[in-house]
């Protein structure tokens, strides 16, 4: 018998599917608003973590910095994000959610809690921590690997 695991079997195709379901739920309000998932995140990141530079947030996001610079570029051009000279090193910017970006945060935050306690179900809070847990053992993996 092979070792192949069927695709429905395999991680990948788990996380996949269940990302794609939780994007899918915020389309039409990413679409409304003009933004990305991948640009949301970025804004996310920055509301949660004012005056981050932009090096941290590329960090955060594990993303390139040259990617992450061109979303905030876009983030700003659409008042969401703000830049402000950093005042210990002038070459570094500071960045901060406008109140524009603000609303945008928090009012996509409330409909990914209901997407998200949609797609959990009837898992019980114990569940929901022991996935939480698991989850992150995955990305600890990951990041050691």
Do not use: W
Not at 62 to 82: C, H, P, S, W, Y
Request: charged share 35%; aromatic share 8%; net charge negative.
């Amino acid at each position: 018998m092979s070792s192949l695991l069927a695709l429905h079997d395999t991680l990948a195709y788990k996380f996949f599917a269940i990302k794609k379901n939780m994007i899918a739920a915020s389309r039409q309000y990413f679409q409304e608003v003009g933004i990305s998932f991948d640009m949301y995140i970025v804004l996310r990141v920055i509301y949660e973590a004012p005056g981050s530079k932009q090096r941290e947030i590329s960090e955060i996001c594990d993303k390139d910095a040259n990617v992450i610079v061109k979303t905030i570029d876009r983030l700003e051009r659409m008042g969401f994000v703000q830049r402000v000279r950093d005042e210990t090193d002038r070459r570094a910017y500071t960045l901060y959610v406008t109140e524009a970006g603000t609303k945008v945060a928090e009012d996509f935050s409330e409909l990914f809690v209901e997407r998200q306690e949609a797609c959990l179900g009837d898992l019980t809070e114990e569940e929901k921590k022991e996935l939480r847990r698991l989850l992150d053992k995955i990305l600890a993996n990951q990041k050691n690997n």
